[in-house]
Nanobody
Framework: QVQLVESGGGLVQPGGSLRLSCAAS????????MAWYRQAPGKERELVARIRVGGSTNYSDSVKGRFTISMDTAKKTVDLQMNSLKPEDTATYYC?????????????WGQGTQVTVSS
């Protein structure tokens, strides 16, 4: 079994910052990439940022220059530093990981953490 546990969500004013963290644990043979997705009410889940083992990253156009993703492969953690937050960043944020559990590669998701940007 593999588990992803997120932390760091909350309420923040526009222009503020938050840092999300996610830790993967369990039967992890190998890690390929980790990412953050988000889903706002009434909208589809969308990719926010992805980072691969080796360090390459890609970001949604809506967060480029404001958000930074980082990964510690030894600890199997991924963080998302979110600066200059806007009301439109309000969503539930989900951690994602592509992991080989010793049998096959599978995608795993966290339970989600709420981020609310409001004055």
């Amino acid at each position: 079994q593999v588990q992803l546990v997120e932390s760091g969500g909350g309420l923040v004013q526009p222009g503020g910052s938050l840092r999300l963290s996610c830790a993967a644990s369990g039967s992890i043979f190998s890690l390929s990439s980790m990412a953050w997705y988000r889903q706002a009410p009434g909208k589809e889940r969308e990719l926010v940022a992805r980072i691969r083992v080796g360090g390459s990253t890609n970001y949604s156009d809506s967060v480029k220059g404001r958000f930074t993703i980082s990964m510690d492969t030894a600890k199997k953690t991924v963080d998302l530093q979110m600066n200059s937050l806007k009301p439109e960043d309000t969503a539930t944020y989900y951690c994602y990981a592509l992991i080989n559990n010793g049998q096959r590669w599978d995608a795993y998701w966290g339970q989600g953490t709420q981020v609310t940007v409001s004055s």
